[in-house]
């Protein structure tokens, strides 16, 4: 199994609203990503998680919540968004490497991502 | 740090056509480099990856090479056909002590393919 999946595939909510994202893997990958993608633009990093910890937080702000509850499963919890947080939501998952391991091969397995639009 | 630029911005071609995608980045100390294909709305999916210490990766009509040492990389695309439409993303890898892979993408190229 190749697959990264994420639900929902779209998503409409209210600046007041709280929702969340979902990410799962079943690729024994230790390393999982959030990323944010606006139209015509390449994604941008928003979180990392290595070993199910925190790693990278890219001046994230705090309406967006990350939270690695096992090593196959990632979840954004949204809080608060603002209309300019609409945009594609991409989550990936790679094998994980230790400081100086790994290998030049792995890379990176993307979702089909999730469409937010907030009103 | 680390960027990358990838020309041109947009292309539209006739069905048939052979074309070329460049990308370039500036810190030429990567493990790798990924060519990624994004459709509309969806995620990315990975084309070809060729290592540091390899020149170029072939998957069938696609031929993406390498050289590490001036900062290039271009895929190839033979013979183009409408569904190879799609926005064509470069992205280097990068080791972060704390996180493993961290991808660095240009900006993408949007093509189209004309029947």
């Known amino acids: 199994d190749t697959e990264v999946t994420q639900t929902p595939k779209h998503l409409v909510m209210g600046m007041t609203n709280k929702k969340s994202l979902k990410c799962e893997q079943h690729?024994?990958?230790?390393?999982m990503y959030w990323y944010k993608q606006k139209a015509k633009k390449p994604p941008e990093l928003m979180f990392v998680y290595s070993y199910e910890k925190l790693s990278i937080n890219e001046s994230v702000p705090s309406r967006f919540s990350p939270e690695c509850p096992n090593s196959s499963l990632l979840n954004l919890h949204l809080h608060a968004l603002q209309p300019e947080d609409s945009a594609l939501y991409l989550c990936a998952s790679s094998p994980t490497v230790e400081a100086g391991g790994g290998s030049s091969t792995d890379t990176q397995y993307f979702g089909p991502g999730t469409r937010l639009t907030v009103l | 740090k680390q960027e990358v630029t990838q020309i041109p911005a947009a292309l539209s071609v006739p069905e048939g056509e052979n074309l070329v995608l460049n990308c370039s980045f500036t810190d030429s100390a990567i493990y790798n480099l990924q060519w990624f294909r994004q459709d509309p709305g969806k995620g990315l999916t990975s084309l070809l990856l060729i290592q540091s210490s390899q020149r170029e990766q072939t998957s069938g009509r696609l031929n993406a090479s390498l050289d590490k040492s001036s900062g290039r990389s271009t895929l190839y695309i033979a013979a183009s056909q409408p569904g190879d439409s799609a926005t064509y993303l470069c992205a280097v890898v990068h080791m972060n002590n704390n996180a493993g892979n961290m991808l660095t993408f240009g900006g993408g190229t949007r093509l189209m393919v004309k029947p």
């Open positions: 690729m024994g990958h230790r390393a």
